[in-house]
């Protein structure tokens, strides 16, 4: 089991930066793949980026691509989400969220691929 806390959201103007953190507990971190995901006000949840448990492959949203980068420290438990030239349609609640599903590479985006998830951080990004 792991448990998933969300940090580095925040109110900034449309074209700057933010970095997101999801710091996990648990002695399995390393196990997990990890993903991003966000919910908009009154939308569903939308993929944004994931990672391999080992952190050797990555996926990204087409709608983030060249924009978001996601990365992990194992060692520290910890994922992140770089977002830079931030648009005012990237605001949401961004979710991290952790799976083991053995088909990763197909189903990265679903939110049914993962089994725990934080409460989430709020960005506002306003133009």
């Known amino acids: 089991q792991v448990q998933l806390v969300e940090t580095g959201g925040g109110l900034v103007q449309a074209g700057a930066s933010l970095n997101l953190s999801c710091e996990a507990s648990?002695?399995?971190?390393?196990?997990?793949?990890i993903g991003w995901f966000r919910q908009g006000l009154g939308k569903d949840h939308e993929f944004v980026s994931a990672i391999t448990s080992s952190g050797w492959r990555t996926y990204v949203d087409d709608s983030v691509k060249g924009r978001f980068a996601i990365s992990r420290d194992n060692f520290k438990m910890t994922a992140y989400l770089q977002m830079h030239s931030l648009k005012p349609e990237d605001t949401a609640v961004y979710y991290c969220?952790?799976?083991?599903?053995?088909?990763?590479?197909?189903?990265?985006?679903?939110?049914?691929?993962?089994?725990?998830w934080g409460q989430g951080t709020q960005v506002t990004v306003s133009s």
């Open positions: 969220a952790a799976g083991r599903n053995p088909n990763y590479s197909v189903n990265y985006h679903k939110r049914v691929t993962y089994d725990y």
């Open positions: 648990g002695p399995t971190f390393s196990t997990f793949n």
